[in-house]
């Protein structure tokens, strides 16, 4: 093959899925001339298994997303069909929004901001090299020769990366949704010392909507109160939903059919070496694991307004073509269903994130950043959060300055990337709002306040998002100091107070010590707060969150600074751990690979006792 100069960028991005986009758009905004490569321009911001963004811990990333100048939250908004909070009866430190997109909207709507955005170009090629010059990426080369040269590289594969497709005993190489793989790279990275592993995930199949009969499904509607997840559509009249989503269930004939045919799943074969997600399982590894289940819940959701097809939610599979067209046609509702597309498995290669730092630039080869499913992570959002945090390191490292990380107290964010660069998961990781110990502190709905004065420091917060965010803060602030300081005389407060079911006072009190109370809310506040003005849904949302878990917030607020202490004991990074004498060998081992950066992050290493944190500890104090 013979190569040919084809241009000097100073990022180039492998990739342009929902990591690569948002690592494209960071590094062109922030200054840096930017080439995002995409192996097939109509994959740009595909969403090649669920049609739909957000969900529990996950809404969370978005809202982090947005408030830091990304574009997920805004793609969403424009190109939503059906809008829905999540876990609205529970507390609001796991309010998670959610919304079915328009499948093939939301990949115009990506491609095109790409399109427009400065100093991005963004081009169809596969590339099969990575270039290292002294010890640091330096650019890559097409498989048509056609070689590009830069200062940092970002790989943001996806699961083309070595992609093979799996449906029963058919097995072919392939990237997700029919496209072509993309093989050639791994071995280039491999040549280069990134140690790759292969993981799996899945897709269940898709069915026309005028073959399915949902009078035997639930309805399954969006909010009416339909919120978007930009903190710059905040206030702003988002439409209606325009779709719903249907619920059905798999049943004892479903089951049936699914052992009967175990030995036919790539997966039960022994096809499948690939690692999967435990959180997203496989419909047979669902009946297989859950024997005693007798059911399990199955969602139509709508690929868009401009197709007929709807994604099987619940029951990906890399069952034969036969075998699923007999188990799917078993569900009630979906008797005489014709299918489009088959479900399958996708297995692909990964690397182990604990060779990355917190910024995501790999340990072995300078200035080579890693985001995405690449990194092991499922998820369009932990991939755009990813990607966003890989985009703005490059260009803070080319600029010489400070890298940008974000920790566990801060953001879901911090939490996703920490979880990856010290504990190195072994399936495919997903967000969950479990994983995040000050997940009060870190709602979904105070993501602005958190998060974008460091977006505006960087560079990526525009003048227009940040006035607003100053507007909401102040008002937020004001309202919560008029809560606060206006008091309710005795007798009114006490009649409003067994009105709705609350024991009255014995004297006058504050706005705010009637809303802590449960039976109170902001809304029926109202009827004794005579001097309230307009406030935002938002602020308002956020006001009562403020007051009523005012306790809890202050107790996080003391762990936090806790966890903070332990963060700011910084290890040296040419630390010998192999000469500690005191530390165990694991404990040698693992502090050797990872090389934390701090006493709170080794804390969070497996294999590292608090034993081993304390001999930590004493070395400090003696090189201190």
């Not at 919560?480 to 206006?486: A, G, S, V």
């Not at 010590?513 to 009827?527: I, N, T, W």
Request: charged residues 25%; hydrophobic residues 40%.
């Amino acid at each position: 093959m013979r190569l040919y100069e084809q241009g000097r960028y100073d990022v180039i991005v492998i990739g342009a899925g929902h990591a690569g986009c948002e690592a494209a758009l960071a590094a062109a905004r922030l200054g840096m001339r930017t080439l995002a490569l995409s192996i097939q321009l109509d994959a740009v911001a595909l969403m090649a298994c669920n049609p739909a963004i957000g969900g529990t811990g996950k809404g969370q990333l978005v809202r982090e997303i947005d408030a830091l100048g990304g574009e997920m939250g805004l793609a969403i908004d424009g190109t939503f069909i059906q809008s829905k909070m999540l876990n609205k009866a529970k507390g609001p430190a796991v309010h998670s929004l959610r919304a079915q997109a328009d499948k093939a909207a939301y990949h115009r709507w990506m491609k095109n901001v790409l399109e427009r955005q400065e100093n991005l170009e963004l081009k169809q090629g596969e590339a099969v090299e990575l270039l290292v010059e002294g010890g640091a990426a330096a650019g890559v080369v097409l498989r048509t020769g056609a070689v590009y040269r830069s200062e940092a590289v970002i790989l943001a594969t996806g699961t083309f990366l070595g992609g093979k497709i799996f449906i029963g005993e058919c097995v072919y190489d392939g990237g997700p949704s029919g496209l072509a793989a993309a093989s050639a790279l791994s071995r280039s990275l491999e040549g280069h010392g990134l140690g790759l592993r292969r993981f799996k995930t899945g897709t269940p199949a898709r069915a026309l909507g005028r073959s399915l009969n949902f009078g035997g499904m639930s309805e399954q509607a969006g909010d009416e109160d339909v919120k978007p997840f930009s903190f710059m559509n905040m206030g702003r009249d988002m439409g209606g939903n325009k779709a719903s989503c249907w619920l059905t269930y798999t049943n004892a004939r479903t089951h049936e059919i699914i052992r009967a045919n175990l030995s036919r799943s790539s997966l039960f074969s022994g096809l499948i070496s690939g690692v999967g997600p435990r959180y997203c399982p496989s419909i047979e590894d669902k009946v297989n694991r859950f024997a005693d289940k007798e059911k399990h819940q199955i969602f139509m959701e709508p690929e868009g307004l401009s197709t007929d097809e709807y994604y099987i939610q619940g029951m990906s599979t890399s069952m034969p073509e036969d075998v699923q067209t007999e188990f799917y046609r078993s569900i009630e509702g979906l008797e005489g269903a014709v299918f489009s597309r088959p479900g399958y498995a996708i297995e692909y290669d990964c690397v182990d994130p604990l060779e990355l730092y917190p910024t995501l630039e790999h340990k072995s080869v300078g200035r080579l950043f890693c985001a995405g499913q690449f990194n092991g992570t499922s998820g369009y959002e932990e991939a755009a959060a990813q990607g966003l945090m890989a985009g703005v390191n490059a260009a803070l490292r080319l600029k010489g300055e400070a890298a940008f990380v974000l920790d566990r107290s801060e953001a879901y964010i911090g939490v996703l990337i920490d979880d990856l660069v010290t504990k190195g998961p072994s399936e495919p990781y997903r967000m969950m709002t479990s994983r995040v110990e000050y997940r009060l502190a870190l709602r979904q709905d105070n993501a602005d306040l958190r998060l974008t004065e460091k977006g505006r420091a960087i560079g990526l917060v525009t003048d227009a998002r940040y006035e607003g965010y100053l507007r909401s803060k102040a008002e937020l602030e004001g309202e919560l100091k008029r809560l606060r300081e206006t008091m309710a005389e005795a007798e009114a407060a006490s009649a409003f107070l067994e009105s709705v079911g609350s024991s009255p006072v014995g004297g006058a009190v504050s706005l705010a010590d009637m809303l802590k109370r449960p039976e109170v809310s902001y809304v029926s506040l109202a009827a004794v707060d005579h001097g309230r003005g307009e406030v935002s849904a938002l602020n308002r949302e956020r006001a009562e969150t403020e007051i009523k878990y005012e306790g809890y917030i202050n107790k996080q607020s003391q762990m936090i600074e806790r966890f903070k202490r332990m963060e700011s004991k910084r290890l040296p990074a040419d630390m010998d751990y192999q000469s500690m004498d005191g530390l165990r060998l694991e404990a040698r081992q693992k502090l050797s690979q990872i090389r934390p950066r701090s006493l709170g992050q080794a804390s969070r290493i497996a294999g590292v006792t608090p034993a081993d944190v304390n001999v930590l500890m004493i070395y400090l104090a003696r090189a201190r």
